[in-house]
T-cell receptor
């Protein structure tokens, strides 16, 4: 089944403790992206990647890191999480990114205490 | 800068009535336009997109959207609403000159009552 898989589904952590949210897609998509969803703000793009080893900042990249060493994986790293990063995070992928529809993961609900 | 606006936080419709969820956009050039739906505790699902051509776009689950260049709008419509259509709907736009940046609206909650 074609899908985008995110883990974990729920995560509670404390300020400053490094964490990684994994994202993997099995559709051989070139384009992958991370979004955060906050009430009243909709979805905001954190980082995106057009291909392996190619990443770029979205609208809200501060406090986040990403890497794209393999086509299928695009992990989101929070080196020193803070409470304002408490949010619902979505990974998404598409074939090329330009005008293709996005396939979304099920989301990761992160709480930073 | 590109932007997208969904002027209604919530839309209430009776089952069987037509529904419209509004979206307006601002881009410097020509847009790619999308609608996505989010059901509770789920990721977003693609509904439809406008790239070029016919201004009326048909998508999944009986939804359609009309691209209006002069009004810079891309409203989502359905002739007869179902209770199961109740969800959060997002409009999104990408400037054709931008390679990767897709901008989402804040979302509109659609509530369909029996």
């Amino acid at each position: 089944e074609a899908q985008v898989t995110q883990n974990p589904r729920y995560l509670i952590t404390v300020t400053g403790k490094k964490l990684t949210v994994t994202c993997s897609q099995n559709m051989n998509h070139e384009y992958m992206s991370w979004y955060r969803q906050d009430p009243g703000l909709g979805l905001r793009q954190i980082y995106y990647s057009m291909n392996v080893e190619v990443t770029d900042k979205g609208d809200v990249p501060e406090g986040y890191k990403v890497s794209r060493k393999e086509k299928r994986n695009f992990p989101l790293i929070l080196e020193s999480p803070s409470p304002n990063q408490t949010s619902l995070y979505f990974c998404a992928s598409s074939l090329y990114g330009y005008n293709e529809k996005l396939f979304f993961g099920s989301g990761t609900q992160l709480s930073v205490l | 800068a590109q932007s997208v606006a969904q002027p209604e936080d919530q839309v209430n419709v009776a089952e069987g009535n037509p529904l419209t969820v509004k979206c307006t956009y601002s881009v410097s050039g020509n847009p790619y336009l999308f609608w996505y739906v989010q059901y509770p505790n789920r990721g977003l699902q693609f509904l439809l997109k406008y790239i070029t051509g016919d201004n009326l776009v048909k998508g999944s689950y009986g939804f359609e959207a009309e691209f209006n260049k002069s009004q810079t709008s891309f409203h989502l419509k359905k002739p007869s609403a179902l209770v199961s259509d109740s969800a959060l709907y997002f409009c999104a736009v990408r400037d054709r000159g931008s390679q990767g940046n897709l901008i989402f609206g804040k979302g509109t909650k659609l509530s369909v009552k029996p």
